[in-house]
């Protein structure tokens, strides 16, 4: 019988390629239930580990919700939540405030002015939902990514058809601790435009995204002043039948790196571009060859750059990442394999670690599942693995199992947070101290495990 778990199934890597000297250089961990689960950011946290953002659908009520996730620095899960509505929830992206608290972006379309709206959440550093609120109009809104402001409050960026200059119009939002609205600003023309990425620098801020001029999707970065003032803006000239998207940045004291995909002749390809702070290219590469890679995000430390993303290879999907010094030179590429599909979406790279996380696919039978990776080795060439994954924590059942009266064990609520660990199971509830709600029982001596409804 196989257990799968409701939200927090953590696994384990237990053997590593012969490239790390140690076995604790690789850590890959997953959260994932019986629903679909992906990671979209994660960051570090000033008290040591880790906060992943992502989406779940394991939340018993048919729709995604937010998943937020906080891990020790050995990827170990701290706890988990999920927030949403009845409807759908998709949450992006996440930074931590000077007190420890969690600022999550993402959108809804279970609350707010109507459709999708953009979303932005305060959890603190227990996992607790402080405040909540919703920003758009009528239609369509997201938010992409949000940051720290400069001088005080958040920013965040996204995409509306609510408001603007016409058909969809990227957008940065300023808000303050408390999620009030503070300005906002609206880029883009008559057609599709968006801003997918946004970071900080002294004197101001960056967003990347795109703008479409006479049906052509032209990669896009904007530099603004502290106050929003447009300083220059960088707009790729391609033409028709060769579209591109700039998806994420990443920045040091010279340079900003660029990538994102580009569709041209029917195929997904990818391109990196290095800009100086000037607005001046000093570098562009776009890759035309059948080689069907997307970059989703990058990162640099200490001279080098990386490039994450996906690699399609003969019906599956690799993890790449692709790493080069910040001359450009090409310093090595890997893929992470072992599943039928796996797509690294995010990265951060610090002194200790590159750390990444996105999704993976066991097999076309089953659902995606948040992946988290950590290379704590600074050997990073030509490494392809083949994951040996364990369970560490399993909540919940794929069928009802038989559990007698007076059995004792674990009892976990539906976000898979332990509420009793020493508790006797009984056919008919008899805890009044708990919320109604769905609720799992796994016994301590057989490990079987059942549905338990307080109602």
Not at 74 to 82: A, F, I, K, P, S
Request: charged content about 20%; hydrophobic content about 40%; overall charge negative.
């Amino acid at each position: 019988m196989r257990y799968s778990i409701i939200l927090s199934l953590l696994v384990g890597l237990m053997s590593v390629s012969e490239a790390f000297a140690q076995s604790d250089t690789l850590k890959v961990k997953a959260i994932g239930g019986s629903q679909f689960e992906q990671a979209a950011e994660i960051i570090p946290c000033a008290s040591g580990g880790y906060a992943l953002v992502g989406t779940t659908g394991s939340n018993e009520t048919g729709n995604t919700d937010v998943l937020v996730a906080r891990l020790d620095a050995d990827l170990n899960c701290l706890w988990t939540r999920n927030f949403g509505g009845s409807d759908v929830e998709w949450g992006l992206s996440v930074v931590e405030d000077w007190s420890g608290n969690l600022l999550v972006a993402g959108y809804t379309l279970s609350f707010g002015a109507g459709s999708y709206d953009m979303l932005v959440m305060k959890i603190n550093p227990s996992g607790d939902l402080l405040w909540q609120h919703t920003y758009g109009g009528t239609d369509w809104d997201f938010a992409k990514k949000i940051i720290a402001h400069p001088q005080g409050g958040f920013l965040f960026c996204g995409n509306t058809y609510s408001a603007g200059n016409g058909g969809q119009d990227g957008t940065i939002l300023h808000i303050d601790g408390q999620g009030v609205l503070l300005n906002q600003w609206y880029l883009g023309g008559s057609e599709n435009d968006a801003v997918h990425d946004l970071m900080a620098v002294s004197d101001g801020w960056i967003g990347c995204g795109f703008q479409t001029i006479d049906n052509v999707t032209k990669s896009t970065v904007w530099r603004m002043d502290l106050y929003g003032n447009e300083l220059w803006t960088h707009m790729a000239e391609d033409t028709s039948g060769f579209d591109r998207e700039a998806w994420a940045m990443t920045a040091d004291t010279s340079f900003l790196y660029i990538t994102g995909p580009v569709f041209a002749d029917g195929v997904i390809h990818s391109f990196e571009q290095q800009l100086r702070l000037d607005n001046t290219v000093s570098y562009e590469v776009i890759e035309l060859e059948n080689f069907d890679v997307t970059y989703y995000d990058c990162a640099h430390f200490n001279g080098e750059i990386v490039y994450i993303g996906s690699k399609s290879l003969s019906g599956i999907e690799l993890g790449r990442v692709v790493r080069k010094r910040n001359d450009t030179f090409f310093t090595g590429a890997f893929e992470f394999t072992g599943q039928y599909r796996t797509r690294f979406l995010c990265a951060h790279w610090e002194d200790e670690a590159l750390v990444l996380c996105g999704g993976f696919q066991p097999d076309p039978a089953e659902n995606w599942q948040a992946l988290v990776v950590k290379y704590v080795s600074r050997q990073l060439n030509e490494i392809a693995l083949e994951p040996e994954l364990i369970p560490c924590f399993a909540v919940g059942v794929e069928e009802e199992q038989a559990i007698q009266a007076g059995e004792r064990g674990y009892l976990y609520d539906a976000t898979g947070q332990l509420v009793r660990s020493n508790y006797v199971y009984q056919i008919t509830w008899v805890d009044s101290s708990l919320p109604e709600g769905i609720y799992f029982f796994q016994s301590s001596n057989t490990g079987r495990a059942t549905r338990v409804y307080k109602r």
